[in-house]
């Protein structure tokens, strides 16, 4: 073949391997066809996708990220930012084929598909198909419930490696992994996010961890620890559980182990653990985070993938939509000027939230009557209350100059209501309630003000390689 037609040949190809890329394998993708797969999106659809990498892996893989979204060079004011992530365990890799299967979907189906052309309209949606590329390689398909590749290259268990509300920082060092999706989640300000996992079928949320005072058999049978957003997260699970095909039946993965009422649980309440994600999202980041478990087997064979994609495409997409609840707005001063860095606070729920450089806040809740307190430097604070009804309620904020002395956001003892102590054998008994829970809640707080206080610093990044040290006790469930 002369060069000519042999450069003719391998354009073609090239050309060839552009148009195919509409159409994604059912297939485990290794790290080069998943970077591939995400360039040929983002070549396709330059106007609606953004690829970006937070980081690298241990071994220098990178954390690749697509936005997709109307406009991605674009940031209109209050259009809030969501995110997946999935593959954390580099050996439940179900999610990360349906990462790539859902940029394909949304993609190929904006401008016809009315729900989609609405959520990328009003929506900023991150996807992060794998946290743990590495560990994914050394990860063998057909293996439903063993440990390689679950950790990242140091072997560390990146579910167990964030700071933790109630234990403090991780013991391993900081993962570059971990540091990257801190940093990631620092700088922007997610208000929702889904986090897919494999090893069981049920969607689970905060808190994962419970306190340290807690009766010591509350750890070894788990016992639900709740948060004061309990109502809005059991809301999340279900919305992801009654959308897929079956996982809100409560399907069991083993035999002897207990079915999950309408396939959510409480964390903890399944098996409590330190340093998990979702309770970091949701107490420093500001963020709703549950964790989607979605396969019995960690690492089904690959022709299982379609029918993955079709048990959990309805809940894909409708949990997306579920950051349209509840309240957002702007805060701003009497000149018109937006304030950043302003606290915000749902009265009772003592997790609050800190406004963006334009001011915005987003917080999801269910409809009814709230309280919304709101505190900034120079300001007067102000109590509003706020009736948030079924979809998103627009409360802008003006806050006065200040007349009297600033005090410091405070940090008083969470008035949350309701702290029947009662043994969990009882709560085993209450069924899908979760009423009558262990009051996790009083028993804070190692971090106050780091809790309530998001800090949203300029950053700069700095991913060091941390050295081994693999963790020992890992709990085999997702
Ligand atoms: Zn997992």
New binding site residues.
């Given amino acids: 073949m002369s060069s000519a037609i042999a450069t003719l040949f391998l354009s073609s190809l090239v050309l060839f391997s552009v148009v195919s890329a509409l159409e994604v394998d059912f297939t485990y993708h290794r790290f080069p066809q998943m970077t591939n797969v995400l360039r040929q999106l983002n070549r396709e659809y330059p106007e609606m996708t953004k690829l970006y990498s937070v980081g690298k892996s241990v071994q220098g893989r990178d954390l690749w990220v697509m936005l997709v979204t109307r406009d991605p060079d674009d940031e209109p004011l209050l259009k809030p930012n969501i995110k997946y992530i999935a593959n ?2 580099g050996n ?1 890799p179900v999610g990360r084929e349906l990462m790539l299967h859902l940029l394909q979907h949304l993609l190929s189906n904006y401008g016809s598909d009315s729900y989609v052309t609405w959520l990328l309209d009003n929506t900023r949606i991150h996807i992060m198909p794998s946290m743990n590329p590495d560990g994914f390689e050394v990860a063998q398909e057909g293996e439903c419930s063993g440990v390689q590749g679950r950790g990242n290259a140091n072997n560390v268990d990146l ?1 167990r490696n964030f700071p933790d509300y109630f234990a403090g920082p991780s013991k391993a060092p900081t993962q570059p992994e971990t540091r990257a999706v801190m940093d990631w989640i620092k700088k922007t300000q997610f208000v929702l996010s889904g986090n897919f ?3 069981a079928l049920v969607a689970s949320y905060p808190f994962d961890n419970i306190p340290a005072n807690s009766p010591r058999n509350f750890r070894i049978v788990g016992s639900p620890s709740q948060t004061p957003d309990d109502d809005v997260f059991r809301h999340l699970a279900e919305v992801y559980s009654f959308n897929h095909k079956n996982m809100y039946v409560g399907v069991t993965c083993r035999d002897g182990s207990p079915p999950f009422p309408n396939g959510t649980t409480n964390g903890a309440a399944w098996y409590s653990l330190i340093g998990g994600m979702q309770d970091y999202n949701y107490v420093w980041a500001s963020c709703m985070e549950i964790t989607l478990e979605i396969s019995c087997c960690k690492y089904p064979r690959h022709h299982l993938l379609p029918q993955f994609w079709t048990d959990n495409k309805n809940a894909i997409l409708q949990y997306l939509g579920e950051v349209h609840r509840g309240v957002w707005g702007q805060v701003k001063d009497s000149n018109n000027n937006p304030i950043s860095n302003a606290t915000v606070k749902v009265m009772g729920r003592d997790f609050g939230f800190k406004t963006t450089d334009r001011g915005e806040y987003w917080r999801v809740l269910r409809p009814g009557t709230y309280t919304l307190q709101v505190e900034a430097r120079g300001y007067d604070s102000l109590e509003i209350p706020v009736k948030v009804t079924k979809g998103v309620t627009i409360q802008n904020i003006t806050l006065n100059p200040q007349t009297g002395t600033y005090h410091e956001p405070h940090n008083e003892q969470p008035a949350y209501q309701g702290y029947p102590s009662i043994s969990p054998s009882q709560q085993e008994n209450s069924g899908t309630s979760l009423r009558g829970l262990w009051p996790t809640y009083r028993n804070l707080l190692k971090q106050p003000k780091e809790a309530v206080i998001f800090p949203r610093l300029s950053y700069g990044v700095n991913y060091r390689q941390q050295p081994s040290h693999p963790l020992l006790n890992y709990n085999i469930h ?1």
């Fill in positions: 954390m365990h439940e579910n996992h494999g090893g997702g």
